[in-house]
């Protein structure tokens, strides 16, 4: 069975810091894709970035970027230069072949980003 | 635009009613989903559709049922026999899988209350 374990459930930053949400995950499966969602207040899911298990280099998009080390099966989100809107609820979620596309989450961190 | 509606924002039942939940999409995916999230947790998935007039149950299907008969729609029915149904519920969509993984794209939500 797939697991994701986020072991933060808050977090505080400071504004233009940079902070990391820690994400293992467990699955025997060889191919895998792992996501990072966030969910402000207001509840929808924004995708932000994605990495896939045989990438050789680490996911960024813009101010995000994941640290992923296979080895350790672990995904943690950076996020660079805090503004107060990154203040959400985040997620890290894994999607393994074979099983429909369907995503197993984690139960999520949540960010604030204070002046 | 494209994307994902869900109506309404906020429901409320009377316990013991049977609700169903509206979930559309415009963007031409073949795969549909439907989470529960509950306070404090990540999603769980309940069903999913990855074509027209074919679904499988999730993870916690049990009082829930769903249909798909077209590929835009996929509503979510929740039963009496579901012991705790006041949950947030999303719903999603992806291109059908393949080789790659696909981002599922989210809609805003319905949070139902049953009193």
């Known amino acids: 069975a797939q697991k994701i374990t986020q072991t933060q459930p808050g977090m505080f930053v400071q504004e233009k810091e940079a902070v990391t949400l820690d994400c293992t995950y467990d699955t025997s499966d060889p191919s895998y894709g792992l996501f990072w969602y966030k969910q402000p207040s207001s509840g929808e899911m924004i995708f932000l970035i994605y990495q896939g298990s045989y990438d050789q280099q680490n996911a960024t998009e813009g101010r995000y970027s994941l640290n992923f080390q296979k080895a350790r099966k672990s995904a943690n989100l950076v996020i660079s230069a805090s503004q107060l809107g990154d203040s959400a609820m985040y997620f890290c979620a894994m999607m393994n072949t074979g099983g429909g596309n369907k995503l197993t989450f984690g139960t999520g961190t949540q960010l604030k980003v204070e002046l | 635009d494209g994307g994902i509606t869900q109506s309404p924002k906020y429901l409320f039942r009377k316990e013991g009613q049977n609700v169903t939940l509206s979930c559309e999409q415009n963007?031409?995916?073949?795969?549909m989903y439907w989470y529960r999230q509950d306070p404090g947790q990540g999603l769980r998935l309940i069903y999913y559709?990855?074509?027209?007039?074919?679904?499988q149950k999730g993870d916690i299907a049990e009082g829930y049922s769903v249909s798909r008969e077209k590929k835009e729609s996929f509503p979510l029915t929740v039963t009496s026999a579901q012991k705790n149904p006041t949950a947030f519920y999303l719903c999603?969509?992806?291109?059908?899988?393949?080789?790659?993984?696909?981002?599922?794209?989210f809609g805003p939500g319905t949070r139902l209350t049953v009193l």
């Open positions: 963007l031409n995916h073949d795969a």
């Open positions: 999603a969509s992806s291109a059908r899988g393949g080789p790659s993984y696909n981002e599922q794209f």
């Open positions: 559709s990855q074509i027209v007039n074919d679904f």
